[in-house]
């Protein structure tokens, strides 16, 4: 049965469709049929048949907001078994420059479902590490200087069943970097602060305003950015 339930789940992204339309919402964001009929470059009818397939199997659930309807990635361990999966297409050999500058980009920064991964996404673990802002000893938690820290940067941790904080295993960098609410809520409060910049292809753009509330969390940019 196992195996049963294995190959089912498997053949729900064999469909280069529905795997491409799984890719497009690892950005954490709420998706329309047609939005993601685009990205799949399928007919919205076609679409609308594999978000139905995709919801069956548990991998994305809709969401109603007045007249309008979205589709969003389940839960977060959705996100990861994709996120994990992409790794085998992500580091097949790129061709020409476009595809070269986007692979750079993604691995300097880039949304892991609702957190920031890449160069930057571990960076900021080992920031926080060597602040003491957070503690691995016995599990990974946020201390109370952890605490301080970000609420003086603005940073609101909402409540929730989900953990605070996790390790992530990052496929670029293949050191871990952190998922939970506290990351979650770091990158939200990022872009609407103007020190982050979600960039399409789940690339993140670090702007120049970025240097300063990271330094706060341990992370040299400009360090960061050199050769």
């Given at each position: 049965?196992?195996?049963?339930?294995?190959a089912?789940?498997?053949?729900?992204?064999a469909?280069?469709?529905?795997?491409?339309m799984?890719?497009?919402l690892?950005?954490?964001?709420?998706?329309t049929?047609?939005?993601?009929?685009?990205?799949?470059?399928v007919?919205?009818?076609?679409a609308?048949?594999h978000?139905?397939?995709?919801?069956?199997?548990?991998f994305?659930?809709?969401v109603?907001?007045?007249?309008?309807?979205?589709v969003?990635?389940?839960d977060?361990?959705?996100?990861?078994?994709i996120?994990?999966?992409?790794?085998?297409a992500?580091?097949?050999?790129?061709?020409?420059?476009?595809?070269?500058?986007?692979?750079?980009?993604?691995?300097?920064?880039?949304?892991?479902?609702?957190?920031?991964?890449?160069?930057?996404?571990?960076?900021?673990?080992?920031g926080?590490?060597?602040?003491?802002?957070i503690?691995?000893?016995?599990?990974?938690?946020?201390?109370?200087r952890g605490?301080?820290?970000?609420?003086?940067?603005?940073?609101?941790?909402?409540?929730?069943?989900r953990?605070?904080?996790?390790?992530?295993l990052?496929?670029?960098?293949?050191?871990?970097?952190?998922?939970?609410?506290?990351?979650?809520?770091?990158?939200?409060?990022?872009?609407?602060?103007?020190?982050l910049?979600r960039?399409?292809n789940?690339?993140?753009?670090?702007?120049?305003?970025?240097?300063?509330?990271?330094?706060?969390?341990?992370v040299d940019?400009?360090?960061?950015?050199?050769?």
């Amino acid at each position: 049965m196992e195996t049963i339930a294995l190959a089912e789940v498997a053949a729900v992204l064999a469909d280069p469709s529905r795997a491409s339309m799984c890719l497009a919402l690892l950005d954490g964001r709420a998706w329309t049929v047609t939005e993601l009929a685009g990205a799949a470059e399928v007919a919205a009818s076609t679409a609308s048949e594999h978000v139905t397939k995709l919801t069956e199997a548990g991998f994305v659930v809709r969401v109603k907001q007045g007249r309008h309807s979205y589709v969003r990635i389940a839960d977060p361990r959705v996100a990861e078994l994709i996120e994990h999966l992409a790794q085998h297409a992500e580091h097949r050999p790129v061709k020409g420059l476009r595809s070269s500058v986007r692979v750079k980009r993604l691995e300097f920064a880039r949304t892991c479902y609702d957190h920031l991964a890449g160069t930057v996404g571990v960076a900021l673990r080992d920031g926080m590490l060597a602040a003491g802002l957070i503690d691995d000893a016995g599990g990974l938690t946020l201390t109370d200087r952890g605490r301080e820290v970000l609420g003086a940067l603005g940073v609101e941790i909402d409540g929730g069943r989900r953990p605070m904080l996790r390790d992530c295993l990052d496929w670029t960098v293949r050191r871990d970097h952190l998922a939970g609410r506290v990351p979650a809520a770091l990158l939200s409060h990022g872009v609407s602060a103007g020190w982050l910049s979600r960039e399409g292809n789940r690339a993140v753009k670090v702007l120049p305003a970025a240097e300063e509330p990271f330094a706060e969390l341990g992370v040299d940019l400009v360090a960061l950015r050199s050769p």
